[in-house]
């Protein structure tokens, strides 16, 4: 995946606006050593999405994150209004608060100004990169901060291509979009910056398609990946305690089922770029808007905190 991400930099870079606007993924070296083991480059200077706003959320919250994710986890079995219903009551006792992040960390008008730009142009350029991979699993420990220039760089790529969408409890949202993640944009939340760099990133994706499609078709024949998590690991990234974590972690599917996935993966990515042929302008609104839908949020699983 991060083979992938360098090559939708290099798309970046040839665009105007987007180098304009030093659009691009904060990528990081991996290098793969066999089927289950490998070598990850160490990101320094970078803090966990999860430790950049817990500390102001245990301070100024009238309900800690345990109480939240048990309430969630007690209306999982409940029906879509009762559980949005209930968590629109979480909303009300816990704010966002990733604007102090960048206040306390970035102590000149210079330093803060420049660090949200680069954390809002990066937030725009991964989620509509991640949207049209399907990149899931984007709890906060997930996404890293870098303490010196506020860039998000994502981490844990393995749940790609909507496999988030299969887990036991579906990710219902094309992107992490939260209430804490869109407070770091400042004043203006989505609107402005935000949405003007995810249209000139979904315009460049969607003019550059055959030359994505190209990119992914190389994966198909990369033995190394894979294109769909087995039920073990399925269970195990929600912490399903019924199911015993051992061996059958490895996925063992067939080369033809494997192939079957790759083809159905890249004709979403497909299906994403033309996007019911709407503007960019429209397609990105839409997205936008299910990423903020409480609705959507109240069915996420509750270990990804979709109240930060």
């Known amino acids: 995946m991060e083979q992938v991400f360098y090559k939708v930099n290099n798309i970046f ?36 999405l999860m430790d950049a706003v817990h500390p102001y959320h245990t301070k100024l919250d009238s309900m800690p994150i345990k109480t939240a994710r048990e309430i969630m986890r007690n209306y999982q079995s409940s029906d879509t209004k009762q559980r949005a219903f209930e968590y ?45 991979l399907g990149l899931g699993d984007r709890h906060c420990n ?39 993640v869109v407070d770091g944009f400042g004043v203006t939340g989505v609107e402005g910056v935000f949405k003007k760099s995810c249209e000139h990133t979904f315009r460049v994706l969607r003019s550059n398609k055959e030359h994505i499609i190209s990119i992914l078709d190389v994966l198909k024949w990369d033995s190394l990946f894979e294109w769909t998590l087995s039920p073990v690991k399925k269970r195990k990234l929600q912490n399903d305690e019924g199911g015993a974590v051992g061996n059958g972690d490895t996925n063992n599917i067939a080369s033809s089922e494997s192939e ?49």
């Open 13 to 48: 870079a040839k665009d105007r606006e987007c180098n304009k606007r030093t659009l691009k993924i904060r990528t990081y070296n991996v290098v793969p050593l066999g089927p289950n083991s490998g070598i990850i480059e160490f990101v320094p200077h970078s803090k966990a």
């Open 88 to 132: 629109e009551k979480i909303e009300k006792q816990i704010k966002p608060v990733l604007r102090l992040f960048f206040q306390r960390n970035f102590l000149t008008a210079d330093s803060w100004f420049e660090s949200r730009m680069k954390y809002t142009h990066g937030t725009a350029t991964n989620s509509i990169v991640g949207h049209m």
């Open 142 to 180: 997930n996404i890293l901060l870098d303490t010196r220039t506020g860039e998000p760089i994502h981490i844990d790529l393995g749940v790609a291509f909507d496999q988030g969408k299969r887990l036991p409890v579906p990710e219902t949202v094309p992107f992490r979009l939260s209430r804490d």
């Open 260 to 308: 079957s996935e790759a083809s159905r993966a890249i004709r979403t990515v497909v299906e994403k770029l033309i996007a019911n042929e709407l503007s960019t302008e429209a397609a990105v609104r839409e997205l936008i808007q299910e990423a903020t839908s409480s609705s959507n949020l109240a069915l996420i699983y509750q270990g990804w905190s979709p109240f930060y």
